[in-house]
DNA sequence: TGCAGGTGTTGATTTGGGTCAAGGCCGGTG
DNA sequence: CACCGGCCTTGACCCAAATCAACACCTGCA
């Protein structure tokens, strides 16, 4: 049985693909089709993927690391869309129109991403519905983030956000057993991703943590009592 | 030659159909297909089509009036998403999934939906990928919307908002003719889609009409200068 | 004719959070 | 080891805009 180095690596890509979201579950040749016009890229910490604008080549999924998709406006003040992480995809919205991406997006830290080629997929998607059904399911997926992002800034202040995010990563909010949460970035981008700024965040850090809601210890933060903090935050919501 | 009037109403829709950017450009026989599964609503002013939850029955396209969609918080203040008006499409996103409608969705005023069928349009999408392409393209149309209002929202101040918006509706943004624009909602409404409230979009109107670059009327909007207006926008940016 | 409810305007007051500035802390490098 | 450059934290200050409050409209209705 002899292997080509072409084959190898066409059956990680196969791999990378089946490990996200968007294709978990097809069928080996599907991912094989799709394989054949997706390309592996390196992504060095802070180097940018595509530019707000740039023409579309495809769209992305994220295998390792974290990516940043983001806006900057003319004073040059950026805000956070969305970090994508392991098994994420996006920028699915180019496939279909001609106008280019409609914001940046940049390495959080060095990370590993495939770039799925426009022509290629559209030419399957002619052929494969159940694809295209699924790239709306994906897409639609993205809109509901952008909803709830927008909610998220428009509703609430930072503190309300702040206690909102610590307890997704909870796995049970009503417990009253502590559990750490490891920050997976530094504390500027997480305040940049909130909508705020490093010192906003900190300041609500250390409120949360006179009230003993939490402990902070370099990166890593404890909610000592989930249930405690969601009373907060249900609190903030309802009056 | 007979026409029953189930025939009449089914030209009725098709025509309805055609005149919506989604499906602009596409055969007759295909629109009759979907016809099939269209149904046309009444949306009294102010009465709700869905809620945030409510289980998908389809999408909508707007034949006249204007629908608001939006999402309310725990306090009851509402964050509108964006308003739809005649020819556009909305609530594509829940034809891919199972969750349910991600937002609310109220007539502005007395308004004309169709309800595009969820079952017999998936069905449809199945048989005709280039519809389910023209679908991903619709909806990376709304997430720039999304994209676009989140930047809006985070980066500019009122008066910035105000002034882009106000530019939006002028045909020549660089004309020196003055321009009369007719407000389609109360400004109570038009506010909260600017995301403010009521007493500072009075204000910010008042400061444009001291510095002699609109005038105001009732809801009748005159912006003397574009250019001008358009200057004051570039400043605020630019700086 | 007068009242009630919704809409707009304006003034006074408060406040969340952004900005600026000044350390403290840590890890890397010469 | 000492020094430097990122991060993070804390304090002081300030501003845009939300909130609270009073009042002038208008329109429909009893």
Redesign the interface.
């Known amino acids: 049985m002899t292997t080509t180095l072409a084959e190898l690596k066409q059956a990680a890509i196969v791999n990378g693909l089946r490990s996200c979201q968007l294709f978990a579950g097809m069928s080996p040749s599907e991912l094989g089709a799709i394989a054949e016009f997706t390309v592996i890229k390196s992504v060095p910490k802070g180097s940018y993927l595509f530019h707000e604008g740039d023409p579309s080549h495809g769209f992305y999924l994220v295998q390792t690391g974290a990516i940043n998709v983001h ?1 900057v ?3 040059g ?1 950026e ?1 956070v ?1 969305h970090v994508f992480r392991a098994g994420e995809s996006f920028a ?6 001609d ?1 280019g991406y ?2 940046d997006a940049r390495g959080v830290e060095e990370s590993q991403v495939m770039l799925v080629q426009k022509n290629g997929m ?1 030419a399957l ?6 694809l ?6 994906s ?6 983030i ?2 709830a ?3 998220d ?4 202040d930072v503190e309300t956000r702040l206690a909102n995010w610590l307890l997704k990563r909870c796995p049970n909010k009503e417990s009253e057993k502590p559990f750490k949460i490891e920050l997976p970035m530094t504390k500027r981008v997480l305040a940049s991703e909130l ?1 705020t700024v490093s010192e906003t965040f900190s300041r609500t850090l250390a409120k949360f943590r006179e009230q003993e809601l939490i402990e902070v210890k370099g990166r890593t933060v404890t909610v000592l009592c989930p249930a405690k903090l969601a009373g907060v935050l ?1 609190r903030n ?3």
């Open positions: 806006r406006n003319a004073v003040k805000q869309i699915e919205g180019t496939l279909a129109t106008k409609p914001a559209l998607l002619r052929r494969q519905p159940e295209a059904l699924r790239m709306l399911g897409m639609s997926a993205h809109l509901r952008l909803v992002q927008l909610e800034l428009m509703l609430k909508g249900r919501l309802g009056e």
